[in-house]
T-cell receptor
Framework: GENVEQHPSTLSVQEGDSAVIKCTYS??????FPWYKQELGKRPQLIID?????GEKKDQRIAVTLNKTAKHFSLHITETQPEDSAVYFC????????????FGTGTRLLVSP | DADVTQTPRNRITKTGKRIMLECSQT?????MYWYRQDPGLGLRLIYY???????NKGEISDGYSVSRQAQAKFSLSLESAIPNQTALYFC???????????????FGPGTRLLVL
């Protein structure tokens, strides 16, 4: 089955810096890659996703890139702010008629003022 | 997202007890999921359901069972709770949008379970 690895497990940056979180997946059939943000004590919420027919997607300060050949995808956050501090999860899903998301183990991002 | 609710929000139980966690949604979604979250392990799928007649095991279904009582309700049961089932449990929903396997999942607020 699919396996998703996520790095780093923790990431500390200064406010205004950029942050990059990387994930690799094992199954080349995976074609959907969402990113979820989980603030402390809250539920995970989708922040951005990318489909396998797209190499990059951007939404304001966040962007996701996908390299299908290498089977990895990354989340980029620019101009980080303290409210970006949270745990970020990547996930992968295959086109099998239903969605079975396989999640990475999460990255705890801390943005210091 | 207040459209997906879970009860109870916190629960302490003893080894061997049977407990049920409940999930309700008002989003009208046909698909519902139960996940378990452990520190350092991310979210792992326990069971998922496409409609009231369709229930499927996820990657860690042993020791758990589910019931889809209606489109809006999906319950998770621990038949005989054990300490390593101590975790944060999330229910989620999604809606078919014509792109197979690419719909957004909406999570409930979570149930924190402690098994002593």
């Amino acid at each position: 089955g699919e396996n998703v690895e996520q790095h780093p497990s923790t990431l500390s940056v200064q406010e205004g810096d950029s942050a990059v979180i990387k994930c690799t997946y094992s199954d080349s059939a995976s074609n959907y890659f969402p990113w979820y943000k989980q603030e402390l004590g809250k539920r995970p919420q989708l922040i951005i996703d990318i489909r396998s027919n797209v190499g990059e997607k951007k939404d304001q300060r966040i962007a996701v890139t996908l390299n299908k050949t290498a089977k990895h995808f990354s989340l980029h956050i620019t101009e980080t702010q303290p409210e970006d501090s949270a745990v970020y999860f990547c996930a992968a899903s295959m086109n099998t008629g239903f969605q079975k998301l396989v999640f990475g183990t999460g990255t705890r991002l801390l943005v210091s003022p | 997202d207040a459209d997906v609710t879970q009860t109870p929000r916190n629960r302490i139980t003893k080894t061997g007890k049977r407990i049920m966690l409940e999930c309700s949604q008002t989003k009208g979604h046909d698909r519902m999921y139960w996940y378990r979250q452990d520190p350092g392990l991310g979210l792992r799928l326990i069971y998922y359901s496409f409609d009231v007649k369709d229930i499927n095991k996820g990657e860690i279904s042993d020791g758990y069972s589910v019931s889809r009582q209606a489109q809006a309700k999906f319950s998770l049961s621990l038949e005989s709770a054990i300490p390593n089932q101590t975790a944060l449990y999330f229910c989620a929903t999604s809606d078919w949008r014509g792109l197979a396997g690419q719909e957004t999942q909406y999570f409930g607020p979570g149930t924190r379970l402690l098994v002593l």
